[in-house]
């Protein structure tokens, strides 16, 4: 390859992995599909190897257009970001950030810290998403997102982490039930319960699933919703317990509602990072939220 891709070339490429087909990403774009495949064909030939595997019912990247895709994504959300940022400076605002966070951290105390953040710079713009944990690397990686909140449990891979807060899981009970007066509790003591699940899918269910495995049991739940809303109110009338953050079943375990036992167990104890693809990437908005969040953690609040 003798000289720089087409950058159109690149953004229909990027949508005619996206699509499967040349057809669907010509009509996204208003071009007819003779126009788009001579685009595709320079840039094969402009890579010197084929980008595009063709089968019956449409295409898909050859290894080396998968490497292309990974790039040409990042490249893409970098110029988003930058045409938003100039945008921005047109308006009078110096710059954003997008933010994405998992639920936990949601419900905790982020949005009060990213309120104080802009208290403090009235000239930022910051966007705040929720992903799961899993979504957020990915995001990060890709260059779609500047910032990502989340659990120090997942997979960082390749990303840098600065420390945040972090939130206790407790035993969240009706307050008749036999075990509302323990001052603690282990996992293990739970087993024995009806319990509620809290989304099943998440990266905690996974975690209680595989210490309760350690301990030859199995975690089977009575009760699943996808909410702590519908888990408090569920745990309330006394259909069983849940494990959840203090931080956030304090609001629902108001007027003696609720009994919250701290769980005793070392890996009860979460820590939140906040995570990017590397200090020299982030943008000065960036750095000074990330600078922000580590002092407001380091208050204790």
């Known amino acids: 390859m003798n000289r720089p891709f087409d950058a159109v070339s690149v953004q229909l490429f990027v949508s005619v992995c996206e699509e499967g087909s040349l057809a669907r990403a010509a009509e996204r774009h208003a071009l007819v599909p003779s126009a ?8 094969e030939a402009d ?10 019912r449409g295409v898909l990247p050859t290894p080396a257009g998968h490497a292309l895709l990974a790039g040409a994504r990042e490249w893409l959300s970098g110029m988003q970001r930058v045409r938003a940022e100039l945008g921005a400076f047109g308006q009078g605002v110096q710059g954003s950030v997008r933010v994405l966070a998992s639920p936990s951290v949601l419900a905790e105390q982020l949005p009060d810290d990213i309120a104080r953040f802009l208290a403090q710079h009235p000239t930022l713009q910051v966007s705040l998403d929720e992903r799961n944990s899993a979504d957020i690397a990915r995001s990060l990686r890709e260059g779609a997102a500047d910032l990502g909140v989340m659990w120090d449990a997942a997979d960082l891979q390749g990303l840098q982490a600065w420390p945040y807060r972090g939130d206790q899981l407790c035993v969240a009970m009706a307050p008749g039930h036999p075990l509302a007066r323990r001052s603690q509790l282990s996992f293990a003591e739970t087993l024995d319960q009806h319990s509620v699940g809290v989304a099943t899918a998440g990266m905690m269910e996974r975690l209680m699933q595989r210490h309760a495995a350690l301990l030859g049991r199995s975690l ?14 569920i745990v309330a009338v006394g259909l069983g317990l849940a494990i959840l953050p203090r931080e956030s079943a304090v609001p629902h375990a108001g007027a003696g509602r609720l009994a919250l036992v701290p769980l005793s167990d070392d890996w009860a104890r979460r820590r939140f990072v906040v995570v990017g693809r590397g200090e020299a990437l982030l943008s000065p908005a960036a750095r000074a ?5 580590q002092a407001v953690a380091g208050e204790g609040g």
Do not use: T
Not at 47 to 56: D, E, I, K, S
Not at 289 to 293: D, N, P, Q, R, S
């Open 289 to 293: 939220m990330v600078a922000h969040l």
């Open 36 to 43: 788009l495949s001579k685009r595709i064909a320079a840039l």
């Open 47 to 56: 890579a010197g190897v084929p980008l595009l595997q063709r089968q019956r």
């Open 220 to 233: 089977v739940h009575r009760i699943q919703v996808s909410s702590m809303d519908a888990a408090c109110r």
